[in-house]
């Protein structure tokens, strides 16, 4: 088997946060804890959970645009926790991220050509202007705009089309890993299938492995090889897509995959709707033992005493349910 690219170990990420009130105390809010996975190259893993589960504070952590409290992010033998901004610096151009919002991720007084050409004029100092604006054309027509686009300004272009042009400033350095950030959330249903399909391309193109950050299962069902489920910070659950699909073992998994909208109304379901009374506890007053059993319809007495450990259930797939046995 081949050794991941990018392994990480533990990781952890906490928040200060100041309450409210004139003599409000600051408390440590766990927004990612204890979290491991490794990636391959080519693959994309599909991070899943509710606003506020994590999910996207992982994400910034493995690419230390956030720095986590503990645990390790190793990449091409080093942990990149352990290095200074000027360290991290030769390592910025394979390890790129998408964000949600395309318009507001893009700066508004540079122009187009000037923001996808940008990392060039940072990691590749040997190209002359000539060689850059070669680079920034080619780049711009494979993501599906027309190279002459690149004398306009971001506000100039439609959600999808600054999708394409964040696309295209991160894949210039032609990266080994992108952490796409709730890509296509913000745009319709039909410019989300486009940029799917474009993100499905490159990597087929070039092997950039892509962390797949998303609320939506059905996209990430579209998008991924393998699926991890986040709650309130911690994994519950991590499997080979079609065996998560097909034989998931976590409850919260199990809502989530039975609250996905079948394409045909014909066909019939897997099953019932799984419906989660209550909201998501407050991340700075998380449940004892298991995070989830406020919500869980299965919870007996031993989950408000004991955090379940993540198990083994073969073929890459583990869940963290003291229950999970029982639940075929
Ligand atoms: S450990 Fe208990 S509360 Fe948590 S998911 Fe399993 S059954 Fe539900």
Known sequence: MNPPLLSVRRLSIQYSVRQSGLFGRTRQLQAVDDVSFDLMPGETLGIV???????????????????????????????????????????????????????????????????????????????????????????????????????????????????????????????????????VSALDVSIQAQICNLLRELQRDTGVALLFISHDLSIVRYMSHRVMIMYLGRVMETAPREHFFGAARHPYSRALISAVPQPDPDQPTAGPVITLDGDLPSPLDPPSGCVFRTRCPHAIPLCAGQPPALESFGQDHEAACHRARELQ
């Open 49 to 183: 959970g509710e606003t506020g589960c994590g999910k996207s504070s992982l994400g910034k952590g493995v690419l230390q645009l956030v720095r986590p409290s503990a645990g390790q992010v190793l990449w091409q033998g080093r942990d990149l926790c352990q290095l200074s901004p000027q360290q991290l610096k030769p390592f910025r151009k394979d390890l790129q991220i998408i964000f949600q919002d395309p318009l507001s991720s893009l700066n508004p007084r540079m122009t187009v050509g000037e923001i996808v050409g940008e990392p060039l004029e940072l990691h590749a100092p040997e190209l002359d202007t000539s060689g850059r604006e070669r680079a920034v054309d080619a780049m711009l027509e494979r993501v599906g705009l027309r190279a002459e686009m690149k004398r306009r300004y971001p506000n100039e272009f439609s959600g999808g089309q600054c999708q394409r042009i964040s696309i295209a400033r991160a894949m210039i350095m032609q990266p080994r890993v992108i952490v796409c950030d709730e890509p």
